[in-house]
């Protein structure tokens, strides 16, 4: 009875000894990431899911996603090329991990003409399936992406002083986010009623920014500093106002700018709005 309860459990022990070792006879221990890569390539979403726990983590090129709800409307975005069989053939588990190179695209790598793009992509394996893939792009493909981005954050940038010193309305507002925040001088716009009260007011004052340095661009985002001048600084004796500027972008559109002054100028800027009043 003892060698019959042995050999029940011996296919399990095996499965289990599988996802461990790279034994002969164990190329079913790389199965899980052979499904989800094949059921990426198809877009069947379900099957790509089902080969990971239900716990299990995506960190996508440095930043990390739980839940399946999150990691699934994640990998929906991604087009996927199907794995050669010699690399599927290859895949050895390794430490319960397995480690390919993976080539994909998204929309923004096609707009940026650099898909598609390869990643390093390891996989943790458990008995119940994959519990965290970590995805990064190739040093090579790293590169290309900070290239294109650091050009797009430039053409906004210089899009938005040009549109700013024209006054031009419909072009600030082309480059804005729907719910982007701008900080001007102390004040603080957000939603379209101020937005508009705010690109009436720029013309009103003939408001000019000229960059006063080259911009310190990471990723899609930028810090530089610039000085404003408007015919009300002017009256008051301040222009041009030195400021520290910043602007955060997604997907080439601006959700935050802000035009800062120095502490000591922005107590001033209220005074003498408060005085108003």
């Not at 990064?136 to 040009?162: W, Y």
């Not at 041009?240 to 000591?264: C, F, H, L, N, Y």
Request: proline share 4%.
């Amino acid at each position: 009875m003892s060698h019959r309860r042995e050999a029940a459990r011996l296919p399990a022990l095996l499965a289990g000894l599988c996802l461990l070792l790279p034994l002969a006879g164990c190329e079913q221990g790389a199965s899980p990431v052979v499904e989800f890569t094949d059921a990426l390539a198809r877009k069947d979403m379900d099957a790509a899911m089902s080969a990971l726990t239900f716990v299990a983590t995506l960190e996508l090129e440095g930043t990390t996603f739980r839940g399946p709800a999150e990691i699934r409307d994640v990998l929906a975005t991604l087009e996927v090329q199907s794995l050669p069989d010699d690399v599927k053939k290859s895949m050895v588990v390794e430490d319960g991990r397995v480690s390919w190179t993976q080539s994909y695209s998204t929309a923004e790598y096609a707009a940026f003409g650099i898909a598609p793009v390869e990643a390093l992509v390891e996989a943790t394996l458990t008995s119940s399936g994959i519990s965290i893939i970590k995805w990064e792009l190739t040093p090579d493909a790293s590169a290309k992406l900070q290239a294109a981005r650091t050009a797009r954050v430039t053409t906004v940038l210089s899009s938005l002083e040009s549109a700013l010193n024209a006054h031009d309305g419909d072009a600030i507002r082309g480059l804005l986010h729907e719910r982007a925040r701008i900080e001007w001088l102390g004040d603080v716009i957000t939603g379209e009623e101020q937005l508009t009260d705010w690109l009436k007011e720029l013309g009103k004052v003939n408001a000019r920014v000229e960059r006063a340095n080259e911009p310190s661009i990471d990723d899609d985002s930028a810090e530089w500093s610039a000085r404003i001048s408007t015919s009300e600084l002017s009256r008051l004796a301040l222009a041009p106002v030195d400021v520290k500027a910043m602007m955060r972008t997604s997907d080439g559109k601006i959700t935050r700018v802000g035009m800062v002054p120095s502490p000591e100028v922005l107590a001033r800027l209220k005074g003498l709005a408060a005085k108003k009043l």
